[in-house]
């Protein structure tokens, strides 16, 4: 079984992991201001805020957590293209919370597939590297 990175469970990551670097919970002053002079529906704010918040924000993981959480993107592009929309609704009971406006991106999956394509560029060697492995080892 993989474990977690820093914490002493298993590593189970979900589609959220990916929106973690975005989180603007008490931090509205410097990372929300930050991040809102981007837009995530324009391509080349997108691309600057994938590779900033997220491919930098995961570069210190294993290839086999990469790999990991790979395939949780991956799995979730195979499936109902509602899930990007539920993901990024606001939850007021969350302890976290995304910039204004991204919970009415008209086209989220655009978002993630931007995401699985960086992402399968950026981890190109992790990811092949892991798959020659026996995940039932891990």
């Known amino acids: 079984m993989l474990m977690h990175p820093y914490l002493n469970v298993s590593y189970n990551p979900s589609l959220g992991?990916?929106?973690?670097?975005?989180?603007?919970?008490?931090?509205?002053?410097?990372?929300?201001?930050?991040?809102?002079e981007y837009d995530p529906e324009c391509p080349s704010d997108r691309e600057f805020l994938i590779s900033r918040f997220?491919?930098?924000?995961?570069?210190?993981?294993?290839?086999?957590?990469?790999?990991?959480?790979?395939?949780?993107?991956?799995?979730?592009l195979d499936s109902d293209s509602s899930i990007f929309s539920e993901i990024l609704e606001h939850d007021p009971m969350s302890p976290s919370s995304l910039?204004?406006?991204?919970?009415?991106?008209?086209?989220?999956?655009?978002?993630?597939?931007?995401?699985?394509?960086?992402?399968?560029?950026?981890?190109?060697?992790d990811l092949y590297?892991?798959?020659?492995e026996d995940f039932s080892t891990w």
């Open 54 to 76: 997220i491919v930098k924000r995961f570069a210190a993981l294993s290839y086999r957590h990469k790999f990991v959480l790979f395939l949780v993107l991956e799995e979730a």
């Open 129 to 132: 590297k892991a798959s020659r």
């Open 99 to 125: 910039p204004p406006g991204w919970d009415e991106m008209e086209n989220p999956r655009a978002f993630f597939e931007d995401v699985y394509l960086k992402l399968s560029e950026a981890w190109v060697d």
């Open 17 to 36: 992991h990916f929106l973690g670097g975005f989180d603007i919970y008490d931090r509205e002053e410097s990372l929300g201001v930050e991040l809102s």
